[in-house]
Nanobody, 123 residues
Framework: QVQLVESGGGLVQAGGSLKLSCVASGRTFNSYLMGWFRQAPGQEREFVASIRWNGYNTYYTDSVKGRFTISKDNVKNTVFLQMNSLKPDDTAIYYC????????????????WGQGAQVTVSS
């Protein structure tokens, strides 16, 4: 089983920054894509960002373009989400996800999930 553990969530004022980390288990962990999703209270889970694990292609939802940056450290089996210029609408539980099946659906089809990290942005 692939296990994903998020960290770095917290409370920040609007305009501030947070950096989330996600560590994947296994010395030889391999995924086509690593990504971040989020779920706000009472809302559906939505795609945020993803990155090709064996490349550097990145994908973002429109609402975070120019503010969020996804990156990775393959040696440490870690994916990051740098979140700048945070807005109250960014408040959500952020989930790390992995796609170990295909690279063709960078915004959906992820089959492994972390436990979630709470991000709260105050006005």
């Amino acid at each position: 089983q692939v296990q994903l553990v998020e960290s770095g969530g917290g409370l920040v004022q609007a305009g501030g920054s947070l950096k989330l980390s996600c560590v994947a288990s296994g010395r030889t962990f391999n995924s086509y894509l690593m990504g971040w999703f989020r779920q706000a209270p009472g809302q559906e889970r939505e795609f945020v960002a993803s990155i090709r694990w064996n490349g550097y292609n990145t994908y973002y939802t429109d609402s975070v373009k120019g503010r969020f940056t996804i990156s990775k450290d393959n040696v440490k089996n870690t994916v990051f989400l740098q979140m700048n210029s945070l807005k109250p609408d960014d408040t959500a539980i952020y989930y790390c996800a992995a796609n170990t099946v295909t690279w063709s659906t960078p915004r959906s089809g992820f089959n492994h999930w972390g436990q979630g990290a709470q991000v709260t942005v105050s006005s």
